[in-house]
């Protein structure tokens, strides 16, 4: 029904072919009212559901072929298809903001205004006219009165073109309009947090299944080892040896488990029955063979050494329900030719889910890489000015493993200046998951346009972030640069001198000293909006001083050492932290000042180590794994490039800004960006 009355004309047809007048429509909210329709429903349809099956809205049922009746006036199915995109194209917290809404109640009516001087012209609006127009055609009597007074006829709402390539019918229209309202109007036509934002992800990124949730889940046991041998050729040998069982987790800190003493020649230990906890933070339990340096010495040394990993058993599903083992191999020993053999066995108890631990394993970008922006596939759900021009990007692929080794997300990031925008694609297997993108203003509305907190100024030079997966977008990230001090000299004081004419000296005045401004390299802020559900949720400020660990929800992220921690009853989560933890490093990357005259390749860290007796601080970021994954040396559309790059009047045709938004990706006013970052 709501997307029938879109197309008023056809609607008004269909009503009057079939019950001799329009049916009205009035937006009611009354339990009364949806109980009667309710009851009269299963009177007339007792065979048909009144309310949808969920197996209906998850896509769980058979496909049903469709019938299009002789009295359908238009394929409502098509209709409905291209409402999807348009919902999610208003779907964002301030089209619920009043103070917007009331602008756009204001545009409508200029709208209208200009079809009315133009009435030969295709005219297309922005979306938050188009809410409105919608709005409107949801009162059909209303509507048909309105139009027909205004402008002698009832409006058309004509949705089928989405053809936004330059050429278009609808690229044409939207210049056209544009000129025309400036013109009118002495405003632009644009308007930030009003233009097209692209395609739904829903459908196009891979959504993971329980069953991938159970492959990427940590896994947590009881281990007991039962039997260890160590077998050498001679076996007379009578020294006293010891052998320490040690627990080394990941950060290479160890833990005693025992220590078994023996002799030489005759290395072995059964029914020992060692039981200790193997989780997903553990890599190794290393044996070590230890023997007395000299036959009255206190001290010991290591004489040989072998390690298990028992990640590939905690991680095989064979075991779920426990199970026995046994490794063998050769372990070199000290000061001894030939090499002995090792023996250990034991069981492993239940697998319980546990902690997942992910690492990141960077690798270096790539600065050659032609990806032009309308291979959908290379992209993903990013929105970008469709061309096969040459586009040259900064690209490159990170693996994120446990410990077992298992790559478990392939993490590929993408700079491109020309395009101004940087992606983040994360890949499950070889399927694209989630992404992440740059956006601006062609999304986002200003501070100034909203009573609501999401927005973005780029007046204060503020980045933002939107993150995407198969379940439709997740978060925004709206980032800056804060606390940032250029250092300031203090002067010493000087005493004053007093005259003295005898010897022909001058009184001089003192001079008062003050004390200098400590320098501050300031740090990364980020506000956290959640956008996944129909009542959005109220930010959440994140401060990164020194990218210590950041615990966000069920996310612990070391960013220096590059791993990431998801809790074991957040792991449905998974794919939102990797993307969240990637986009904070991209903000990192696009917000961080820079020295004037940097330059792709070069070192962010200051010339000189210490001005006067200070040293010179500045933001560890070349230390930090996350941070160089993200391209902090590479050629970004960072605050730096803007501020060097683009012209204060021209506004790139960026990604995220689409064929019908004459804004880029980054702000309406490019140089609105610019950051002093000398």
């Known amino acids: ?43 007339l349809y007792p065979d048909e559901p009144f309310e949808v099956s969920n197996d209906l809205i998850d896509g769980n049922i058979l496909h049903i072929p469709l019938h299009q009746s002789k009295s359908d006036s238009f394929d409502l199915l098509e209709a409905i298809h291209r409402q999807q995109d348009f919902v999610y194209n208003i779907h ?75 050429g278009s019918k609808l690229s044409n229209a939207y210049g056209r309009t544009s000129n025309l309202w400036k013109n009118e109007f002495e405003e632009t036509f644009a308007t930030a947090g009003a233009m097209y934002r ?9 959504r993971l299944t329980p069953s991938d949730i159970e492959h990427i889940s940590g896994r947590k046991t009881v281990i007991v ?80 050494e072998f390690q298990e990993r028992f990640g590939q058993l905690i991680y095989n599903h064979e075991l779920q329900n426990g199970g026995v083992f046994k490794s063998e191999g050769n372990m070199k020993l000290k000061n001894i030719s030939s090499e002995a053999k090792y023996m250990v066995s034991g069981s492993i108890g239940r697998l319980f889910r546990a902690d997942t631990i992910l690492l990141l394993e960077a690798a270096g970008f790539e600065a050659d890489i032609n990806l032009p922006s309308n291979e959908d596939e290379l992209w993903g759900p990013v929105p970008l000015h469709k061309s096969n021009a040459e586009n ?43 992404v992440a993108h740059v956006i601006g203003t062609e999304q986002l509305p200003m501070k100034s346009q909203i009573s609501g907190n999401l927005s973005l100024n780029p007046s204060e030079k503020e980045r933002a972030i939107l993150i995407k997966t198969g379940e439709g977008d997740s978060m925004i990230l709206v980032g800056k640069w804060t606390g940032f001090v250029r250092g300031v000299p203090g002067i010493k004081g000087k005493l004053g001198q007093p005259a003295n004419f005898k010897l022909g000296i001058r009184a001089e005045q003192g001079r008062s000293g003050f004390f200098g401004i400590p320098g501050n390299p300031g740090h990364l802020e980020i506000k956290v909006y959640r956008i996944n559900s129909k009542h959005f ?59 004037a005259n940097w330059k792709p390749g070069d070192s962010l860290k200051p010339k ?23 391209g902090l040396h590479c050629l970004t559309p960072s605050n730096h490039y803007i501020h060097n790059n683009v012209n204060a009047n021209l506004c790139a045709r960026c990604a995220s800004g689409g064929i019908t938004s004459s804004s880029c990706g980054i702000g309406i006013s490019q140089k609105l960006n610019a950051i002093d970052t000398e």
């Open 1 to 43: 029904w709501h997307c029938h009355m879109l197309a008023p004309h056809k609607y008004a047809e269909y009503c009057l072919s079939l019950f001799g007048n329009v049916l009205d429509h009035s937006v009611t909210k009354s339990t009364d009212a949806y109980e009667s329709t309710k009851s009269t429903w299963r009177l």
């Open 92 to 166: 964002l917290p301030h089209y619920r903001d009043t103070k917007f809404l009331e602008a756009a109640v204001t545009r409508y009516k200029k709208y209208l205004f200009l079809k009315k001087k133009n009435p030969a012209d295709f005219l297309v609006p922005c979306y938050d006219i188009d809410l409105v127009w919608h709005t409107h055609q949801l009162h059909p009597i209303d509507y048909e009165r309105v139009t027909k007074s205004l402008l002698g006829r009832l409006l058309i709402h004509d949705d089928t073109d989405s053809d936004r390539n330059p």
């Open 537 to 595: 949720q109220r930010e959440e400020t994140i401060s990164i001083p020194q990218y210590d660990v950041l615990e966000f929800e069920g996310l612990t992220l070391d960013f220096q050492r590059g791993i990431i921690t998801c809790n074991e009853m957040k792991i449905d989560n998974i794919l939102h932290y990797v993307s969240f933890s990637f986009s904070i490093a991209l903000l990192h990357v696009l917000c961080v000042p820079r020295p």
């Open 198 to 206: 692209g395609d739904s992800p829903k459908g196009r990124l891979y």
């Open 225 to 304: 080892i039962n039997s260890i041998s160590i077998t050498k050729v001679n076996k007379n040998d009578k020294k006293d040896v010891k052998l320490q069982i040690l627990r080394t987790n990941l950060f290479q800190q160890s833990t005693l488990i025992q220590t078994l003493s023996g002799k030489m020649g005759n290395m072995t230990w059964n029914n020992q029955n060692l039981q200790f906890s193997y989780g997903p933070t553990d890599k190794t339990i290393d044996f070590k063979l230890t023997a007395r340096k000299k036959l009255f010495s206190g001290k010991s040394q290591t004489i040989g």
């Open 392 to 434: 040259i990007c900064h690209v490159a692929s990170h693996s994120l493993r446990r410990l077992d080794g298992n790559v478990i997300f392939t993490c590929r990031i993408i700079h491109s200046v020309k395009m101004m925008t940087s992606v983040v694609q994360i890949f499950f297997q070889d399927k694209m998951a989630a």
């Open 608 to 630: 000189l180590e210490k001005r006067g007796g200070r040293t010179v601080e500045r933001f560890p970021d070349e230390d930090i794994t996350f941070l160089m994954a993200a």
